[in-house]
């Protein structure tokens, strides 16, 4: 099946839609996608005070931080099956989602989570036909680098 440029980015709208709306925790968090393409993705979020892990310091909870690093690398992950999943009926897209899971997720606390919106990005480090490895980034506003992960997704 050829693969259109039209089809890679309805798929790109589906699955930012998908990940934005339909996922109840990504919508308790605020996250919204800022960015997909085949081998990255971006999302943001803004601080609010119920995601504060710190009350005297004023900073991100690190539960906020590590769900925010694997929902970017999983939307990464996704992101990479557009050759495989673009064009599909919904059905099949459906039974693709459905299937996509975190294996495993590795996080490093870099420095404390302070700002008014953060950025988490992923790259792809390998997609392949049943596992994806993303490498994940948080940052503040300021432009910090607040932590980084390694995600590994499956995909198929």
Known sequence: MVVTEEDKKRFFRRISLLFEEQLPFNRLLGMRVASVAEDQASVIFDRRDDLIGNVFHQTLH???????????????????????AAGLPEEKLVAIFSRTGTIDIRVDYLRPGRGDRFTGNAWIMRSGRKVAVTR???????GLLVAVGTGTYMVG
């Open 62 to 84: 690190g539960g906020v931080i590590s769900s925010v690093l694997d929902t970017v690398g999983g939307l990464t992950a996704l992101a990479s099956l557009v050759e495989r």
């Open 136 to 142: 994940m980034e948080l940052h503040a506003d300021s």
